[in-house]
């Protein structure tokens, strides 16, 4: 049983040790060693609609907690010549007031090589892995569900002249669930080839094709008397890239023809465009502000053997108050469009509205604070909800 000061102080007190022990840096400042309290108010924890009967969908009449996460982590970055070395690991312990059976261990790990053979010819590699706690929009139900998920990547850039670049990328990745959700398990591999023109001023557009397979990675998954994996084929082809409109803004972002191929149910197939464009415009030498539009299938570790196709926009605002002060935004509306299996159709429609407030108090040591409201309606009779957030978090490093 923690103590008062426990659930509710941790973030005052690692301030205040912050203060009594202020950073130091270690080796020349390539290695950061932190922690880090984070102390967040959920108003809905399941995210569940306002039509069901708590009581019985949770055997708890309760929607509401408070959860305290401590982390404890490390960072490095290490250059030498042309070379650059990071790696980072943050494990962490959540830990939910009244809702118990939450409580876990997470982690996030980095590794990544940025290599270089001369400065024409640049790249990297690299491996993530996390494991943490799903979030509870999809099963709105008291069924956690821990997620492992494993990336590992190679990228490359090769600037063949001044003004013409070509680039790669091969990515692997994994993602596992737990119990039921195992049916949401999904292994992916992709490629990605492309060219690009490049002028003066650093501004490029070219084209690039990628292929993409995925599967579920267990074989004795059966859904509607039917042993089924969620395999598909995608290729996508299209342009990209990256362009400055004026001395303050910036477009950049890609426009594809996507062709995605289910092994089984191929109705769900989808050909069509896609795409992500993210304008930003600097009004002020303080002040930015993002703008994305974006077009795409879906993971399918989202849903439950089915089709999702996601169209949104978010606009995202900062403002550097003071060189120690920060304050964020973040307005977005998205829609997801389900085509499901067995069943009718539905869509969910998602707006999300969040501000935070971010201070430098000295260069390893910030305080945090934010609210956050979103708000999701359906086609579903029970797929809407509500839900408020609240957090405060103390990073302190050494």
Aim: charged share 20%.
């Amino acid at each position: 049983m923690q103590t008062t000061i426990g659930r509710s102080g941790k973030a005052v007190l690692i301030a205040a040790l912050a203060a009594a022990f202020p950073a130091h840096a270690l080796w020349d400042d390539k290695l950061e060693v932190f922690v880090q309290e984070n102390l967040t108010h959920d108003s809905n924890v399941f995210r569940l609609s306002d039509k069901i009967d708590a009581g019985a969908q949770l055997g708890d009449s309760r929607r509401a907690d408070n959860v305290s996460t401590t982390s404890l982590g490390f960072f490095l970055d290490a250059p030498y010549s042309l070379q650059r070395w990071q790696l980072a690991y943050t494990w962490y312990r959540a830990n939910y007031s009244h809702f118990n059976d939450l409580d876990h261990d997470g982690y996030i790990g980095k590794a990544s090589w940025l290599w270089a053979v001369t400065p024409e010819l640049t790249g990297d590699v690299g491996y993530n892995q996390s494991r943490g706690l799903s979030s509870f929009a999809n099963i709105q139900g008291r069924q956690p569900d821990l997620v492992t998920t494993k990336m590992a990547y190679a990228n490359g850039v090769w600037m063949v002249t001044a003004a013409l670049r070509v680039h790669g990328q091969a990515v692997g990745a994994e993602t596992q669930h737990t119990g039921l959700r195992a049916v949401n398990d999904l292994r992916t591999r992709a490629a990605e080839t492309g060219i690009s023109f490049v002028n003066k001023a650093e501004n490029r557009i070219g084209i690039a094709v990628r292929a993409e397979h995925g599967e579920n990675p267990n074989t004795d998954q059966v859904i509607g008397g039917v042993v089924f994996n969620n395999e598909y084929n995608q290729e996508s082809i299209g342009i990209q890239g990256k362009w400055d409109v004026t001395g303050n803004s910036r477009l950049d972002g890609r426009l594809d023809y996507t062709r995605r191929r289910y092994e089984q149910f191929s109705e769900r197939n989808y050909s069509g465009p896609t795409w992500r464009v993210i304008y930003t415009w600097a009004p002020t030498g303080k002040t930015t502000i993002a703008t994305t539009l974006w077009r795409d299938v879906a993971p399918l570790e989202d849903i439950t053997a089915s089709f999702v196709l996601v169209t949104g926009i978010a606009v995202k605002p900062e403002w550097n108050v003071t060189e120690k002060v920060s304050v964020r935004g973040n307005l977005s509306y998205a829609r997801w469009e389900y085509q499901e299996l067995f069943g009718d159709d539905f869509e969910h429609r998602v707006k999300n509205a969040s501000i935070s407030v971010l201070w430098r108090a000295a260069r390893h040591i910030t305080l945090s604070g934010g609210l956050t409201r979103e708000v999701r309606t359906s086609t579903l009779p029970t797929g809407d909800y509500k839900v408020d957030t609240a957090m405060v978090e103390a990073h302190v490093g050494f």
